[in-house]
């Protein structure tokens, strides 16, 4: 290998993920010499750093010179002009959750310009757009990595990827696959001892930053609907949209429309006993309610929502905000293949990038 | 990329793995055009196959025809001379359990032939032929991979080198580390229930073929502390050995040296008081005995024996033969990153073998 080999790095987004990244891209940047790592853009939505010349901005002084920075950031098709015509192969690291620079991802594809992102959107909009990346990297030979638009850093995609990769057969995806729905059902209808309140458990979860400022936007299932559109995809499932199967809503239809997240969280233990009727059925059956996605492949089914498990099931066993997620195959049986653990967070959301930036800079430097 | 290039593999060994591979390969092959994956070479240790011109041999009859084949295998180090010859990368593809085919691998390395294997042996053997092999991948940039030498087809392996490659550090490994002993313990000392005694177990664990034909093999928890040598290596403890560190054996001290595996179960019953004892006292505090392996890297502590866990504990509640591994890290904290399933079986490991073949060939082709 030639130690004359480098790589261009372009950062778009400097929020939670994307802060936590660029700490671990410094520290590989640092350990491995070559190829070498340039971040030669860093832009938010609002400003941008670079050098025309490509040279290399200081990873580790990225964010605040970025405060401080006077230049607007590029429109995202410069972006890719930028890039493609850099001295070397070039990757985009999207840390945002925008919609727009996941359109670009089959124009930058299309021009040998690789991808990683945490970004569910590009995966789990429409088909076409799904279709659009995959043919784009595969005409190119462009990298499209993302593995932690699924479970964070935890290895879902890479796993299923293997699974499909080397010819099993994937029967059924089974999970908790929110860290929020995770917290609240953990926390509401516990394996031992007695829940709180449901309207309790949401303002709980907000007040410790398990949802987002507005929780409506974790109890709509859309979210979830996502993940499980990306895992069906990469199953070999069409799946069309993440509104094309059936996703429960927990939220009241009365407070779809309230102005607020606050005017919601204050209205909503009005409706608490219709979360409290489905935990008592449960609890008649000796069991505990989840909040669930499934996909079974060979009835091409997709679904999202309440179910009921057996207390020692491992779905009800499990603890504060962790995901997990069973893979029944062929090959496994009827004992699936398992992965647990924290499904969200800035540390183990940006590990499952700087993951898949190493893994990329392998294929294509 | 151009549709010309092409692949060079060797498979040595032909046993339940090595079919289970091939067959996988040959998928594989005809799925992916492009690199054109060629077999060039298979051996068991008394015949081989192979054309001088490297002309592509049939992977559907390959394992017919070396029955047929009038050919013995090649010395190790011709092997090398032959791979380091080909027209285009070679990998070679070790699915024995052999010493001498691990020994094989720095000299391989170092001529730029890729690894890809499931054989425990190189990695868990001395320290130096660990760091052999390493530093001579590094040197000409061949690869090496060996994700099921732990956990059969687990992503064991490769999510223990993101962890730390992305900067993780990793503060504790635990688990069950072998199927015939997660079997045996999950049927002896079940969560709920009363398990057999324990001769009982071992000779109805070896009649469903889930141990060595001798059951002092799996008994003595050498497979277990190799594959504990090879995690901790990679956390980055120096373990000079599996012998380097507390391995609790099984096997009455009275047994050890009886003639054969049947003389053994013929006189185990004589000692079931002892795994007796050791439930009763693990019952005692509600608990469950399990066989596992567990490395502290902080005090580089790294050990092998009988553990007690709680009933609800994920250790305790395992099924049939599923290994488990939970990495404890900082930045999963205290709810650890858990990886579950089916540790053993051809198809399975051999899975492995041909996920790490399909991440080899996209970085060398």
């Known amino acids: 290998m030639s130690a004359a080999k480098q790589v261009y790095i372009a950062v778009i987004g400097a929020g939670g993920v994307g ?111 799904w279709q659009d990346i995959f043919s784009a990297a595969a005409s190119s030979g462009a990298k499209v990595y993302h593995e932690s638009s699924v479970g964070a850093g935890l290895p879902v995609i890479s796993t299923l990827k293997d699974l499909v990769e080397t010819g099993d057969k994937v029967t059924k995806v089974e999970g908790v696959f929110s860290g929020t729905m995770s917290f609240l059902f953990n926390s509401f209808a516990p394996t031992e001892g007695q829940g709180g309140k449901w309207s309790a458990e949401v303002k709980n979860a ?87 996605g499934s996909i079974d492949v060979a009835t091409k089914s997709v679904k999202v929502g309440l179910e009921k498990f057996d207390r020692s099931h491992p779905i009800a066993a499990l603890k504060g905000s962790d995901n997990i997620i069973s893979f029944y195959t062929e090959r496994y049986g009827s004992n699936p293949l398992i992965i647990q653990g924290a499904g969200a967070g800035g540390e183990v959301t940006a590990m499952g990038v700087t993951g898949d930036l190493i893994k990329v800079v392998s294929q294509i430097a």
């Open 19 to 129: 802060k936590c990244f660029l700490s671990q891209l410094q520290a590989l940047a640092a350990r491995k010499p070559s190829p070498k790592l340039n971040l030669a853009y860093i832009a938010t939505s609002r400003k941008a750093l670079f050098n025309d010349d490509y040279s290399a901005l200081d990873i580790g002084s990225a964010v605040d010179s970025l405060a401080g920075s006077s230049k607007s950031p590029l429109a995202l098709s410069q972006v890719v002009d930028y890039l493609a015509a850099a001295p070397a192969k070039a990757v985009l690291v999207d840390n945002t959750s925008s919609q727009d620079v996941a359109e670009l991802y089959p124009l930058a594809l299309s021009r040998g310009i690789s991808i990683v992102t945490p970004n569910k959107k590009a995966f789990s909009g429409s088909y076409k757009l």
């Open 206 to 292: 907000k007040a410790l930053g398990y949802t987002e400022p507005d929780p409506r936007d974790d109890l709509n299932g859309l979210d979830v609907a996502r993940k499980l559109t990306i895992l069906a995809r990469l199953a070999g499932l069409p799946v069309e949209s993440p509104t094309s199967f059936p996703v429960q809503s927990l939220i009241p239809k009365e407070l779809e429309s309230v102005a607020s997240g606050d005017e919601f969280l204050e209205k909503l233990p009005a409706f608490d006993q219709q979360l409290e009727d489905i935990k008592a059925e449960a609890e008649k059956e000796g069991k505990v309610v989840r909040f669930v």
